[in-house]
């Protein structure tokens, strides 16, 4: 079993900044993808950031210039630095990682509220 645990959400003004973190712990060794995705309200989960081990991270179009993840496959880690908030970042984000065949894992999620 995987155990991924997100810590750093909360509430900020726009134009203000947070930054995610989410550890994994448990069976998870060879880690293939580190992550995160968003759910606002109403809408359909959705992909922010997706990092590759080794590979290019790649970011959703509405947060490029403005996110920055990152990743420490030592530590078994993955953050979100997001900067340049808007009230339609507001969402609950999930961090994830995927397997070599083996299942994917996500987190339980944290709350990211943007004020106007």
Not at 2 to 17: I, K, N, R, T
Request: charged share 20%; glycine share 12%; hydrophobic share 30%.
């Amino acid at each position: 079993q995987v155990q991924l645990v997100e810590s750093g959400g909360g509430l900020v003004q726009a134009g203000g900044s947070l930054r995610l973190s989410c550890v994994a712990s448990g069976s998870a060794f060879n880690i293939e993808t580190m992550g995160w995705y968003r759910q606002a309200p109403g809408k359909q989960r959705e992909l922010v950031a997706s990092i590759p081990n080794g590979g290019r991270t790649t970011y959703a179009d509405f947060v490029k210039g403005r996110f920055t993840a990152s990743r420490d496959n030592a530590k078994r880690t993955v953050d979100l630095q997001m900067n340049s908030l808007k009230p339609e970042d507001t969402a609950v984000y999930y961090c994830y990682s995927t397997f070599l065949g083996r299942d994917d894992y996500w987190g339980q999620g944290t709350q990211v509220t943007v004020s106007s």
